[in-house]
């Protein structure tokens, strides 16, 4: 299928379903459908649980739209609104994955009372307006009919379930898990973790062992003996709402709390003094406002989102990066908790973000294709970096270019060698290792990608902030 419009671009990740597709036009999202899923798109828009839905912001804003931008071959086409940043299941959080998997069943508890499911369960069908989780497959509704399973039920377990269980039962961070593996984490492999007296633990027995073991048996049967076998045992739409329900008794009670980390209390023990904290604010708001409003700004290393609150008053929205999944969870609850819709937390770490992934690697687009931010800060990450994790400083300043729109502003704090936070971590590693650890160099390499607009040295004399333009 040709597509003529050079504006238009197929998005790489809507392929699987051949019946609907996304493309996007600029700023807008567009979803051509074939034949049959126009047909059930009109009687989806009718009904009286989908308008409901979108209207209160479970599903995302859709509604029909002229099919002449997309390729001929389209029945009808709808038009959906743009998600600010599209980010993926492996770097949220365990309650954001939880209320993710909570809004994916409450939408399905809706549908099925008025004939219909979902044909997907992927968690990759739900994305954030801030820390508010929304619905945007809407190509996955389809028509129920009795005796048969939930289609999406797999996937469900597998992206969604399955890694909830490994934080509530196991105390296990999901997200190399699903990092790992675009199709989630197999039955198979939760069975050896989850053996012996653990299969008394809720949720274990039937979604794990039980599950597994009818997958194996029916490996062999068609799609459509398994259907047959259970209107034969008189499988119904009644059973199936009463499965979801069950499901989502079950989520509901599964939850983490990760252990104490050093870096949740990190603005305390930080050692910014009360000036160097009020010069720093400052001299961020001021970086904020320096141009046209931001559209996107990132915050890396955003801890408990002080900066990115900041960064809310004057941006149309934040997405704040913090590598440990304590703090970001602690942060997404206390910014679901304000109604928060401006700040998407994400867990990632910066010396190794999300790549491209999935099918040809482009299927699920890297963080660094995603981002083309209109401001970067990048407050107290670089010694993390550079002395961390032993990234040169000229790569650094290369990486976080790397997130920034051409013309787009940096904010970037060099911690010197004598800081305090810089030596402890220096100590740490063999003597000498870091001869080019020092401001001047930072300067130089910042200076070869950016023209620096502004500097300042923080109060106590060992923190210098930068704000420099990228590509001048």
Known sequence: ??????????????????????????????RGLDEEAAVQWRALAASGFFPSLVAAGKVCGT?????????????????????????????????MLRDAALLHLEILRAALPEGFTTKDGSAYNLQWRGAEPVFIDVGSFTPARDGEPWAGYRQFCQTMLYPLLLGAHLGLDFQPWLRARVDGIEPEQMRPLLGGTRR?????????????????????????????????????????????????????????????????????????????????????????????????????GANDGRYARLAARHADYVVAVEQDPTVVDELYRTLRAQ????????????????????????????????????VVLALAVVHHLAIGRNVPLPEVVDGLVALAAPGARLVVEFVHPEDPMARRLLANKPEGLFPDYRREEFERSLAARCRIARRLDLPSGTRTLYEAVVGD
């Open 63 to 95: 509604e029909p739209a002229d099919p002449a931008p997309l390729p001929h071959g389209w029945a009808a086409v709808l038009r959906h609104e743009r998600i600010p940043f599209v980010s993926h299941p492996y770097e949220w959080s365990f309650a």
């Open 200 to 300: 008394l633990l809720p949720g274990v027995l039937t979604h794990v062992h039980l599950h597994g073991a009818m997958q194996r048996r029916n490996a062999g049967a068609s799609t459509a003996d398994v259907r047959s076998q259970l209107r034969a045992a008189g499988y119904s739409r009644e059973l199936a709402l009463a499965t979801v329900r069950g499901i989502e008794k079950l989520v509901r009670r599964l939850d983490r709390r990760g252990a104490p980390s050093h870096w949740v209390d990190y603005q305390r023990t930080c050692g910014y003094t009360a000036d160097d904290r009020a010069a720093k604010e400052r001299f961020v708001a001021e970086a904020l406002t320096a141009g046209p409003r931001a559209r996107l700004v990132l915050d890396l």
């Open 339 to 374: 109604g928060e819709r401006r700040i998407l937390p994400l867990v990632m770490d910066l010396a190794d973000p999300s790549p491209g992934g999935g099918w040809r690697g482009v299927e699920r687009a890297s963080f660094a294709d995603r981002a083309h931010a209109d």
């Open 1 to 30: 299928m040709a597509i003529s419009d050079p504006r238009l671009r197929a998005e790489p990740g809507s392929f699987r379903d051949p019946a609907n597709r996304i493309f996007h036009l600029g700023d807008e999202v567009l």
